[in-house]
Nanobody, 127 residues
Framework: QVQLVESGGGLVQAGNSLRLSCAAS????????MGWFRQAPGKEREFVAA????????SYTDTVKGRFTISRDNAKNTVYLQMNSLKPEDTAVYYC????????????????????WGQGTQVTVSS
């Protein structure tokens, strides 16, 4: 399993930006498709964004399209989530997740597909 550590969360006002980072260790990072999920209080964990092993394919949930950008740097073993135009409804604990992928451009949307998870980082957006 790959080990994942998120950072970059915090408290921001609506309309502002944050960049989350997720550093991976323990396995060959470029063999893993990556995803970001979030969980708000009283709600189930939900898919936010995903990126393929190569970084050439990405996908987003509709509520963040045009505001969030997922990217990865395989040389630094890190995946990022740039979050712009934040809204109070983006408030949640954000988790990164990793899945070994046999497919170079594989994208995975379901949380149970991922075998490795970080500890989460809190993002709070005030109105």
């Amino acid at each position: 399993q790959v080990q994942l550590v998120e950072s970059g969360g915090g408290l921001v006002q609506a309309g502002n930006s944050l960049r989350l980072s997720c550093a991976a260790s323990g396995r060959t990072f470029s063999n893993y498709a990556m995803g970001w999920f979030r969980q708000a209080p009283g709600k189930e964990r939900e898919f936010v964004a995903a990126i393929s092993r190569s970084g050439g394919k990405t996908s987003y949930t509709d509520t963040v399209k045009g505001r969030f950008t997922i990217s990865r740097d395989n040389a630094k073993n890190t995946v990022y989530l740039q979050m712009n135009s934040l809204k109070p409804e983006d408030t949640a604990v954000y988790y990164c997740a990793a899945k070994p992928s046999a497919y170079y451009d594989g994208i995975y949307y379901n949380a149970p597909s991922y075998g490795s998870w970080g500890q989460g980082t809190q993002v709070t957006v005030s109105s």
